[in-house]
Nanobody
Framework: QVQLVESGGGLVQPGGSLRLSCGFSGSIFSIYAMGWYRQAPGKQRELVADFTSGGNVNYADSVKGRFTISKDNAKLTVHLQMNSLKPEDTAVYYC????????????WGQGTQVTVSS
């Protein structure tokens, strides 16, 4: 089975930056569509950024120009670089994996807390 482990969350001032990482283990990394989601208190979980089925990058409008998703195939790792952070970015951030060939095989990491505050 697939296991996802997030790291890199923490407390940062508005305007600051954080880099989240997601380590992948199990199965074959290349057959999974990878992405990042977040969930703020009292809100629905929402897509932040992911790789589309065509291998392109998709971002939520609220983070375009500030966040960058990337992956390192050799290290089986997905990253989310977050710049110009705002208080409204405060949330638990989750790594997500979906099998390209079978939607029923989806996996979530445990989440990492990001808090943007003075």
């Amino acid at each position: 089975q697939v296991q996802l482990v997030e790291s890199g969350g923490g407390l940062v001032q508005p305007g600051g930056s954080l880099r989240l990482s997601c380590g992948f283990s199990g199965s074959i990394f290349s057959i999974y569509a990878m992405g990042w989601y977040r969930q703020a208190p009292g809100k629905q979980r929402e897509l932040v950024a992911d790789f589309t089925s065509g291998g392109n990058v998709n971002y939520a409008d609220s983070v375009k120009g500030r966040f960058t998703i990337s992956k390192d195939n050799a290290k089986l790792t997905v990253h989310l670089q977050m710049n110009s952070l705002k208080p409204e970015d405060t949330a638990v951030y989750y790594c997500h994996a979906r099998n390209y060939y079978a939607d029923r095989y989806q996996y979530w990491g445990q989440g990492t807390q990001v808090t943007v505050s003075s």
